[in-house]
């Protein structure tokens, strides 16, 4: 009986020293509020907080990393909800950066117009959004956007491979694609489908890793997504050509491939760089770094000139 | 005179034993079934992930080279969401199953509530996600916090605590509670010092449980957009943090492949973290059950 009665008093105990935590937690975050405001430099505690595409994380990631080692005051977050939902959050005001591996859409921008939140776009690197089947797959060795458009597009029947090309075994296509939050579908639908639907019938999802794995083990599979993937699956995988052109970092960077080469982006939001010092002192060693931590993760550094536009946008902010 | 009639009896005895043999024979294929798919389970993750466990691995934030990677963020920030979740679930779990049974008329609305409250058991996680995103990340303005990812994952499991709370508390002989009455014992005082004492082994365990799922639960943080690159530990309960389960859903995601042995490493940290939680309970149980 008595131990129980300690129980109960321990239990108390335990959640007023919380709640007196809690209060504790409530007065910090304030009074780093304030040191923002206050435009601290550097040294001073500060939250950066982001989110958004799966495509780019790879790349903040090892920013974020570098960064943290240096600068162990400043807490940069960057959460992976896909392009769509970081910029929800980034609509709603929650973050201060969002990745994209598209550009704003109209309808994103517009909001982001209402809710009073200036942004800036800065382009940090490019990616070739590679075409692959199984490696078994002994037909298909080259496509033109035009049967890439033909093969994706929904037209209320089930495709097989002979459909596109007579000569093509005469067994059903599966698809897998990304799912609807992410940039790389957005980009796809867009640009190579023309906004027309993608086939009803397609797996999707946002782990990219279920696609590999599908394309991988299905002989009469197709897939697509961001180079990186392809590159860390070579050898499962087999790319297929876009009118004669392979992804590879040459032919990405110099623009050979096209269209499937895109840029990623960062939206910065005005506001918070030129409040936080910090904010804009990460930004700074983002488009910096940016270039060569994309090529180490898989992606393609854009040409030198985009990154002193970015340099100096973010300057004109501070 | 023969009181059995034997003949009869080994006419229709062997029958009855083979079915007691077969019956025996389903039963124990289905334990050892469970025992087989977990044991391949356990095998599978130990012999993926032990290459990776080590106390660097602990020590460490995560990064991009899988060699480098650990899980210091998120295993500090499921300490301390588990902080957060256990004392809200626990006042307000105990209290509200106390109300229900000791204090609350038998009417129809109460059962009304009791059978809401079940229901409430086996809503799907991700509804709770949406509405912890409304409510505490937005309404509140608590952001990706501690705070508002604990009070989230407290609502999830609070259901699952009422429910064995009561149940716990029901189960308490009523000789028990006439007998404090017959002492001159006040209500307040026979709870406090008969009912509730007599159901801690109840208690605790539906406790413990629920907070294993809060643990474990990955769909609400995913909702509330819990970010998963995270450098640094949270200092309070308003700073952003990332979980074991995040950390755990970022990392399988991975292209490479080699980011597919941290992940089991995660997951065995995640079960070792789970079954500390429940030999705690399996504790609790042992010590208070044989006092009635």
């Known amino acids: 009986m008595k131990k129980a009665k300690n129980l109960v008093a321990a239990t108390m105990i335990g959640s007023a020293l919380l709640l007196g935590a809690c209060g504790q937690g ?35 990631e090892g920013i974020v990393e570098e960064y943290s080692a240096s600068h162990p005051k400043t807490q940069v977050s960057v959460g992976v909800s896909g392009t769509g939902g970081g910029f929800e959050k980034f609509i709603n005001g929650e973050t201060d950066f969002s990745n994209a591996s598209r550009p704003v859409k109209d309808e994103e921008a517009a909001k982001l117009k209402e809710a009073g939140i200036d942004y800036t776009e800065m382009k940090i690197a490019y990616d070739g959004i590679s075409i692959v089947v199984n490696k078994d797959n002994d037909w298909v060795e080259d496509l ?30 599966s698809f897998y694609s990304p799912g609807t939050d992410s940039g790389t579908y957005d980009y796809f639908v867009n640009d190579i489908l023309e906004g027309k639907d993608l086939v009803k019938n397609a797996t999707l999802s946002e782990d990219d890793n279920v696609l590999v794995k599908g394309v991988e083990s299905d002989k009469n599979g197709i897939g697509y997504f961001g180079f990186a993937y392809y590159l860390a699956n070579k050898d499962q995988l087999k790319v297929v050509k876009i009118g004669g052109i392979e992804p590879t970092h040459e032919t990405i960077k110099s623009g050979t491939y096209t269209p499937l080469s895109r840029p990623l982006f960062v939206y910065v939001k005005n506001k918070s760089v030129k409040e936080n010092a910090s904010m804009y002192n990460f930004m700074k060693y983002t488009i910096e770094n940016a270039g060569e931590m994309a090529e180490a993760v898989g992606y393609v550094k854009t040409p030198d000139e985009d990154y002193k536009k970015d340099l100096e946008a973010l300057e004109n902010l501070k | ?101 000791e204090y609350a008329p038998k009417t129809k609305l109460t059962n009304l509530i009791v059978i809401n409250i079940s229901n409430l058991a086996g809503v799907p996680s991700i509804i709770f996600g949406l509405l912890g995103l409304t409510v505490f990340v937005r309404g509140l303005m608590l952001g990706k916090s501690v705070l508002a990812a604990g009070l989230t994952m407290s609502l999830l499991v609070l259901p699952v605590i009422i429910v064995s709370s009561q149940e716990a508390i029901r189960g308490v002989p009523s000789d028990l509670r006439e007998a404090s009455y017959g002492m001159g014992a006040a209500k307040w005082k026979t709870i406090l010092h008969v009912v509730l004492p007599a159901a801690i082994p109840g208690i605790a365990t539906g406790c413990i449980l629920a907070l294993s799922r809060a643990v474990g639960e990955t769909a609400p943080l995913v909702i509330l957009g819990i970010p998963v690159i995270v450098y640094f530990l949270p200092t309070g309960l308003l700073s952003e943090f990332t979980a074991l389960p995040m950390q755990i859903f970022d990392w399988a995601k991975r292209p490479q492949p080699e980011f597919q042995t941290v992940a089991a490493a995660g997951i065995v940290v995640l079960m070792v973290f789970l079954l500390l939680l429940n030999s705690l309970a399996v504790y609790i149980r042992y010590k208070y059950q044989k006092r009635y």
């Open chain 1, 26 to 60: 409530d007065g910090k975050s304030k009074s780093s509020e304030a040191e923002q405001t206050a435009k601290a430099d550097e040294v001073a505690e500060s939250n950066i907080s982001g989110d958004g595409s799966s495509t780019v994380a790879p790349i903040l």
């Open chain 1, 144 to 173: 033109t956007v035009d049967q890439l458009k033909e093969i994706w597009t929904e037209n209320g029947k089930n495709k097989k491979w002979s459909d596109i090309n007579p000569k093509w075994p005469k067994e059903k296509i």
């Open chain 2, 1 to 101: 005179m023969n009181l059995i009639n034997q003949k009869e009896i080994l006419h229709r005895i062997q029958s009855r034993v083979n079915l007691n043999r077969f019956v025996k024979g389903i039963f124990l294929v289905a334990t050892l079934l469970v025992l087989a798919v977990l044991a391949l389970l356990l095998f599978r993750l130990i012999s993926q992930g032990a290459g990776h466990l080590s106390l660097d691995f602990l020590g460490n934030y995560s990064s991009r080279f899988a060699a480098k990677a650990g899980i210091k963020a998120a295993l500090v920030g499921s300490i301390l969401l588990m902080l957060v979740v256990a004392p809200v679930t626990l006042i307000i779990g105990v209290a509200t199953a106390i109300y229900l049974e």
